[in-house]
């Protein structure tokens, strides 16, 4: 079972790009989160988002201007970027868990993975 993430690509600085994850109904779960990873570098956590949606979390770095929401009846989660900058550019992946709210931040607590979206951002 894997999510699908797709939206990514090649945008300026300064740009914008949505990201998409569709999920199956079975691991369209409670939780879902965006993280990235760039070359040579861990998996690092950017958001998260709870069941109903009200709930969302961010990381320092991209607090303002990113921005995570899903649609549960279309079993998609959204990842919009605004402003985005050279150091963002990175392979993009959706991920969901069950569970509680502790260890959002944890890649290892996510139980499905997308297949990532390559985001590049030139200066």
């Known amino acids: 079972v894997q999510l699908q993430a797709s939206g990514g690509g090649l945008v300026q600085a300064g740009g914008s790009l949505r990201l998409s994850c569709a999920a199956p109904?079975?691991?369209?779960?409670?939780?879902m989160a965006w993280f990235r990873q760039a070359p040579g570098k861990g998996r690092e956590w950017l958001a998260a988002i709870s069941w109903s949606g009200y709930s969302t979390w961010y990381q320092d770095s991209v607090k303002g201007r990113f921005a995570i929401s899903r649609d549960n009846a279309l079993n998609t989660v959204y990842l919009q970027m605004n402003n985005l900058k050279p150091e963002d550019t990175a392979l993009y992946y959706c991920?969901?868990?069950?569970?509680?709210?502790?260890?959002?931040?944890?890649?290892?607590?996510?139980?499905?993975w997308g297949q990532g979206t390559q985001v590049t951002v030139s200066s």
């Open positions: 109904g079975s691991t369209f779960s409670t939780y």
């Open positions: 991920a969901a868990r069950q569970g509680g709210s502790r260890g959002l931040s944890s890649a290892q607590s996510y139980d499905y």
